[in-house]
């Protein structure tokens, strides 16, 4: 279901770009500039290495396909259609930064990525791109006959090193411009009249001197040579380009006040941009996977999580010991200044976070360093970070498109301070029913009852007192379980704690093998048929719940179906299974 997902959505923008008359609106003004240049275009888990039929060649031999399509099919695209919505809207005149790693850009994934890229720009997506080149740098310098040389993160760029960076970067960027600027074929808007809209489907890149830097210098006796670190991101030119509808491309080479070119490290340009542009989310895509340490892929992570295991592996990774030296809680980002460190003083002006080098080049600590990179943009102010295997056909679709995703999440807020509750939460948790129980809105538990079922109950906490609160009593033996006692404190309603906390609860169940939600409710039947819950018959609940039920109260019965769980998550370090309800 996942690969059609990303199938079906390749084959339903060009429709979305031809009859929405506010989907791309060009720029006529979207030319090169003194600071940008722009180019525009006629119409455009362990080995995973998955074939999807990409966008041109399914819309070419759409007609063929859909005779072949039965009932089944088109139900299925209908269905999923309907499903990714939210995701559609939710996503919509967001701003991605997204870094392609260098070992990806050389390689025939580049291409499916790039046009799955300007998919999500047809629908209202803002990307920045961020491409690496350390492959392709040493590639040219190695077909001079030297190599390039490294310490920590940093390459040592020497004259010949940066005549390399220079051809490299121009080289990825023209690739990059010139795989996005074809726009969706238009066969198959043909038969939906005339338009001529559809005319201006390509896709305008923008890429310029969007980035100053200076000198590393010497630095423990080390000359660095060209080598440049972020001085700051022309948040202003960028967002310009963003607005007239462009993709954005900043290259690793930054600019001095001097007028030097210097060669800077790719994720510290893209920790860099992501913070200054306060944008929803960075992407990296990689070529490979965030595996724990049985060599499970890893697909979510508290940002709490992984700071912890972070600073648990500084003394064998100098990445990690970087980052706990660098971080702390208490930081605020600033363009052009750096990282308060909480009392008012800025700590040496750092950007970004850079990795590279022998550490990251040689993988003995897997993708631990771009782990760390996506910790360290979270604790800036960076909500989502999202490392994304680029090898698998669809991923960045899949991704963004799909509940769990198939990459690995590190999120700054989405669980935070939700915890099973313990018998000293008692008295919060009746706080938070009371008012619901007075209205008749929930049933009435009594101090024996919340005592003997405490361990089913999750609750969140914020700076002391508990704001939510939720119970699950599963059914093992039927594969499903009932939510109860749902309650939000009125001041926090309305900012989606709810949805958080309902999300949890269903990952929670899933992680249990479970496969249906069923809660029995009398005033908030609007509130769950929104999240997917549907009316049922009281008859489809277990038979042991449908004895204990206060006929009387009249109480609606909804029930949701639950995706496979296909990764966990975890909270405050530690993974759910049965034994934690």
């Known amino acids: 279901m996942a690969t059609c997902g990303s199938q079906l959505v390749r084959g339903f923008v060009p429709f979305y770009l031809g009859v929405h008359p506010q989907s791309h609106l060009r720029s006529k003004t979207a030319s090169a500039s003194a600071t940008a240049t722009a180019t525009s275009a006629k119409p455009k888990r362990g080995s995973r290495p998955m074939r999807v039929q990409s966008a041109f060649d399914m819309l070419s031999d759409s007609s063929a396909s859909m005779k ?62 961020v491409p690496g080149t350390w492959v392709q740098i040493d590639n040219i310098l190695h077909q001079k006959g030297t190599q390039g040389k490294y310490v920590g993160p940093y390459r040592i760029t020497d004259k010949d090193s940066l005549e390399a960076a220079k051809v490299a970067a121009g080289s990825v960027r023209l690739t990059i411009e010139a795989k996005l600027s074809p726009g969706p074929p238009m066969l198959n808007l043909r038969r939906h009249g005339d338009n001529s809209r559809w005319h201006d489907l390509g896709v305008a890149v923008a890429s310029g001197n969007f980035l100053a830097a200076k000198r590393r210098g010497v630095v423990e006796g080390v000359d660095f040579g060209a080598t440049g670190l972020v001085k700051k991101i022309n948040v202003e030119s960028i967002r310009e380009r963003l607005d007239r509808d462009c993709i954005v491309v900043v290259s690793n080479l930054g600019y001095s006040s001097s007028g030097e070119i210097l060669n800077c490290n790719t ?135 799909t509940r769990d995703g198939v990459g690995t999440m590190v999120a700054s807020d989405m669980y935070e301070g939700t915890r099973t509750a313990t018998e000293g939460d008692i008295a919060g948790i009746k706080l938070l029913l009371k008012p619901l129980e007075d209205s008749g809105a929930l049933v009435r538990r009594t101090d024996e009852e919340l005592v003997d079922s405490i361990g089913n109950y999750v609750v969140v906490e914020r700076d002391g007192s508990l704001i939510a609160c939720a119970a699950l009593f599963p059914f093992i033996a039927d594969k499903c379980a009932e939510v109860a006692a749902f309650a939000v404190s009125p001041e926090c309603r309305g900012n989606g704690q709810g949805d958080k906390l309902l999300d949890f609860v269903e990952k ?74």
């Open 68 to 129: 072949q399509w039965d009932g089944s099919e088109e139900a299925q695209f209908v269905d999923w259609f309907r499903q990714a919505w939210p995701y559609i809207k939710g996503h919509r005149g967001s701003t991605f930064v997204l870094v392609i790693s260098a070992e990806i850009m050389d390689t025939p994934h580049l291409d499916p990525i790039l046009q799955d890229i300007s998919l999500l720009h047809g629908l209202g997506i803002k990307f920045v791109i």
């Open 267 to 401: 994720y510290e340009v893209a920790t860099a941009t992501a913070l200054a542009l306060q944008a929803e989310k960075l992407i990296c895509i990689i070529d490979g996977e965030i595996c724990d340490e049985n060599n499970h892929q890893i697909r979510f992570m508290t940002l709490q999580d992984a700071d912890m295991l972070i600073r648990k592996r500084a003394g064998q990774s100098p990445t990690a010991a970087t980052y706990v030296n660098k971080r702390s809680y208490s930081a605020r980002f600033q363009n052009g200044v750096g990282f308060d460190n909480g009392n008012g003083l800025w700590t040496g002006g750092e950007q970004g976070f850079a990795i590279g080098g022998e550490e990251r080049q040689s993988r003995l600590n897997g993708y631990f360093s771009e782990l760390t990179a996506a910790a360290f943009v979270c604790q800036g102010g960076v909500q989502r970070v999202q490392l994304i295997d680029g090898r698998r056909g669809g991923a960045l679709l899949l991704e963004l498109f």
């Open 508 to 581: 929670k169940a899933a992680s249990l093998g479970l496969e249906r939600l069923f809660l029995l409710t009398t005033r908030a039947l609007d509130w769950f048929e929104r999240r997917g819950f549907s009316e049922c018959s009281i008859e489809s609940l277990p038979e042991q719940k449908r004895k204990r039920i206060n006929r009387s109260r009249g109480s609606k019965c909804y029930m949701k179906m639950l995706l496979p769980d296909r990764g966990g998550i975890t909270v405050n370090g530690r993974s759910f299974d049965n034994s934690s309800l």
